[in-house]
């Protein structure tokens, strides 16, 4: 009887989780190595002259610059922002379906790979860095941010509606193919209306991300609040950028509520 | 000719043989129901039919043409003339009943119409005209998934019908109605097959429906057709012996109702 209760007698922490043990010592000295790489002087941040600096600095961003005509210009930029995550997204919706339609196997297992490996490459180039490569390929302004973001995004909606198209019932396109439809209609009223509202609640969650992302991106040139911001405190104007990051703050705020009706609207 | 089928067979990819060798062959405005214990392949016989499933050997044609001879677009135009009324009807649950509705005539109707019809339903009238006809007019704008089961399954045999085929085929079509509405909605198929002058290949799973409202029955079991007769020539034994895997009573819509009352009366009191 006791022989075949031996195995079953605690060893310690081997029993209990070696590997939790592991990853525990490991993460504490990753934690510790990296501290002692960066060399980070945490005394000098807590210091009595680091926090005056701090306060001085934070201090000159008010009160922010509300003079009618730079508001009218803050305006400008955030609309200019808006209208650039809005048309980038749009863009991206309609390409990422486009791709979404090979990239959910319909059309054969050669074009599924090839759409994937394309929405794959979209994707993993981040915003900033396609912002970048457009801003080089089309020029300065928001025409270079709309290209950054529709192409960041298609990568992101086009593999989010491939799923979607993948996981909807074959059986009303197939009836309908069945009944003599043609290809596209027998999609559109087949598969289309189990995929929309997730499609559009993506879409809405991703220009969510967008507006934030296309206030960024005006950093490397693509126009709108962020060229602002950019412009402002590089020349030391911090009232005027104060005006600028209020304003981004607003429209992310106004675009999220909007976006969050507008999906409550379609879950009903 | 509604369809004939010589020496059919169909075996699945797993390699189980759904259907034997079957002959079968129906005219045009025929009526032919077909009876039998689940999994005698009543539905593999109509997915056949309506060349949704490709035989596996033997030779089939559907009114008057063999589909998997013709070219892509002659099978479809031959399609658009073949209904198909499933058992639970393949409609997305959001859509609208008049868009549901108006699914059933796509095949005829050039792409661009249907494609407008999603902006603004082109043809109200038509298709509340059909759901009239299965007390549904008042449904028309509803969303198919804020309907019962039954509604939805007469919603399903009215797209076929507005869909106007020469040849109906329906699987279990009333199986998620009460008997009378299931009596009603068998009426309706069956009037539009003589007004229309189509044919119209059911599979029941009430044998008493079947020989109130269809002059040919045909009993399937195990795949291969096991009698094939006019309905005042089926006998009781026959159906037991073809029932005889499902025990000693048979399926019928009459005595279900019976039971239903039954229920509902001690639920009553």
């Given at each position: 009887?006791?022989?075949?209760?031996?195995?079953?007698?605690?060893?310690?922490?081997?029993?209990f989780?070696l590997?939790?043990?592991l990853?525990?010592?490991?993460?504490?000295?990753?934690?510790?190595?990296?501290?002692?790489?960066?060399?980070?002087?945490?005394p000098?941040?807590?210091?009595?002259?680091?926090?005056?600096?701090?306060g001085?600095?934070?201090?000159?961003?008010?009160?922010?610059?509300?003079?009618?005509?730079?508001?009218?210009?803050?305006?400008?930029?955030?609309?200019?922002t808006?209208?650039?995550?809005?048309v980038g997204?749009?863009?991206?919706?309609?390409?990422?379906?486009?791709?979404?339609?090979?990239?959910?196997?319909?059309?054969?297992?050669?074009?599924?790979?090839?759409?994937?490996?394309?929405?794959?490459?979209?994707?993993?180039?981040?915003?900033?860095?396609?912002?970048?490569?457009?801003?080089?390929?089309?020029?300065?302004?928001?025409?270079?941010?709309?290209?950054?973001?529709?192409?960041?995004?298609?990568?992101v909606?086009?593999?989010?509606f491939?799923?979607?198209?993948?996981?909807?019932?074959?059986?009303?396109?197939?009836?309908?193919?069945?009944?003599?439809?043609?290809?596209?209609?027998?999609?559109?009223?087949?598969?289309?209306p189990?995929?929309?509202?997730?499609?559009?609640?993506?879409?809405?969650?991703?220009?969510?991300?967008?507006?934030?992302?296309?206030?960024?991106?005006?950093?490397?040139?693509?126009?709108?609040?962020?060229?602002?911001?950019?412009?402002?405190?590089?020349i030391?104007?911090?009232?005027q950028?104060?005006?600028?990051?209020?304003?981004m703050?607003?429209?992310?705020?106004?675009?999220?509520?909007?976006?969050?009706?507008?999906?409550?609207?379609?879950?009903? | 000719?509604?369809?004939?089928?010589?020496?059919?067979?169909?075996?699945?990819?797993?390699g189980f043989?759904?259907?034997?060798?079957?002959?079968?062959?129906?005219?045009?405005?025929?009526?032919?129901?077909?009876?039998?214990?689940?999994g005698?392949?009543?539905?593999s016989?109509?997915?056949l039919?309506?060349?949704?499933?490709?035989p596996?050997?033997?030779?089939?044609?559907?009114?008057?043409?063999?589909?998997?001879?013709l070219?892509?677009?002659?099978?479809?135009?031959?399609?658009?003339?073949?209904g198909?009324?499933?058992?639970?009807?393949?409609?997305?649950?959001?859509?609208?009943?008049?868009t549901?509705?108006?699914?059933?005539?796509?095949?005829?109707?050039?792409?661009?119409k249907?494609?407008?019809?999603?902006?603004?339903p082109?043809?109200?009238?038509?298709?509340?005209?059909?759901?009239?006809?299965?007390?549904?007019?008042?449904?028309?704008?509803?969303r198919?998934?804020?309907?019962?089961?039954?509604?939805?399954?007469?919603?399903?045999i009215?797209?076929?019908?507005y869909?106007?085929?020469?040849?109906?085929?329906a699987?279990?079509?009333?199986?998620?109605?009460?008997?009378?509405?299931?009596?009603?909605?068998?009426?309706e198929?069956?009037?539009?097959?003589?007004?229309?002058?189509?044919?119209?290949?059911?599979?029941?799973?009430a044998?008493?429906?079947?020989?109130?409202?269809?002059?040919?029955?045909?009993?399937?079991?195990?795949?291969?057709?096991?009698f094939?007769?006019?309905?005042?020539?089926?006998?009781?034994?026959?159906?037991?012996?073809?029932?005889?895997?499902?025990?000693?009573?048979?399926?019928v819509?009459?005595?279900?109702?019976?039971?239903?009352a039954?229920?509902?009366?001690?639920?009553?009191n």
């Amino acid at each position: 009887m006791s022989g075949t209760r031996e195995p079953c007698e605690p060893r310690g922490a081997i029993d209990f989780c070696l590997s939790c043990v592991l990853t525990s010592a490991l993460l504490v000295a990753a934690v510790v190595a990296s501290f002692a790489y960066l060399d980070i002087d945490f005394p000098a941040l807590f210091s009595h002259e680091a926090a005056t600096s701090i306060g001085r600095f934070a201090a000159s961003f008010f009160p922010p610059d509300l003079a009618p005509g730079f508001l009218r210009k803050t305006a400008w930029g955030a609309l200019q922002t808006f209208a650039v995550a809005v048309v980038g997204t749009l863009l991206a919706g309609v390409a990422g379906l486009l791709c979404a339609l090979p990239a959910s196997g319909r059309h054969g297992a050669g074009a599924a790979r090839l759409a994937r490996f394309v929405l794959n490459l979209l994707r993993s180039v981040p915003e900033l860095v396609w912002a970048t490569l457009m801003v080089l390929a089309a020029g300065l302004g928001p025409f270079a941010g709309v290209l950054a973001l529709a192409l960041h995004t298609t990568g992101v909606l086009g593999r989010l509606f491939a799923e979607a198209i993948e996981n909807a019932p074959p059986q009303p396109e197939q009836s309908l193919v069945d009944a003599g439809c043609g290809a596209v209609v027998a999609f559109v009223y087949g598969t289309l209306p189990s995929v929309w509202p997730q499609s559009v609640a993506y879409g809405l969650y991703r220009l969510e991300m967008n507006i934030r992302m296309a206030a960024v991106l005006g950093f490397v040139g693509a126009g709108g609040l962020g060229q602002m911001l950019y412009y402002h405190l590089s020349i030391f104007q911090q009232a005027q950028a104060a005006t600028v990051l209020i304003a981004m703050f607003v429209l992310v705020l106004v675009v999220d509520a909007l976006s969050d009706r507008l999906r409550a609207w379609m879950e009903r | 000719m509604g369809f004939e089928l010589e020496g059919v067979g169909l075996i699945h990819d797993n390699g189980f043989r759904a259907l034997g060798r079957i002959s079968l062959r129906a005219d045009r405005g025929e009526r032919v129901a077909v009876i039998g214990p689940s999994g005698a392949g009543k539905t593999s016989l109509i997915r056949l039919l309506g060349t949704a499933l490709r035989p596996s050997e033997g030779r089939l044609e559907i009114l008057d043409a063999n589909p998997w001879r013709l070219s892509a677009g002659a099978l479809r135009r031959l399609r658009t003339r073949v209904g198909t009324i499933h058992q639970s009807p393949p409609i997305p649950p959001r859509q609208r009943v008049v868009t549901a509705i108006h699914a059933g005539r796509l095949g005829r109707w050039p792409a661009w119409k249907g494609l407008l019809s999603l902006l603004y339903p082109v043809d109200i009238a038509g298709a509340q005209a059909t759901l009239a006809r299965f007390d549904l007019a008042d449904r028309l704008f509803e969303r198919c998934d804020r309907l019962s089961g039954g509604q939805l399954q007469r919603v399903g045999i009215a797209r076929v019908l507005y869909q106007q085929p020469d040849l109906i085929l329906a699987d279990e079509p009333v199986s998620a109605l009460d008997p009378a509405l299931a009596d009603a909605a068998l009426g309706e198929l069956v009037e539009e097959s003589v007004r229309r002058g189509a044919s119209l290949f059911a599979s029941l799973h009430a044998v008493d429906l079947a020989l109130k409202w269809f002059p040919r029955i045909v009993g399937l079991r195990d795949g291969e057709v096991a009698f094939d007769l006019p309905a005042d020539r089926v006998t009781e034994a026959m159906l037991h012996e073809l029932y005889a895997a499902e025990g000693d009573t048979l399926p019928v819509q009459a005595r279900d109702a019976a039971t239903c009352a039954a229920r509902a009366r001690s639920s009553c009191n």
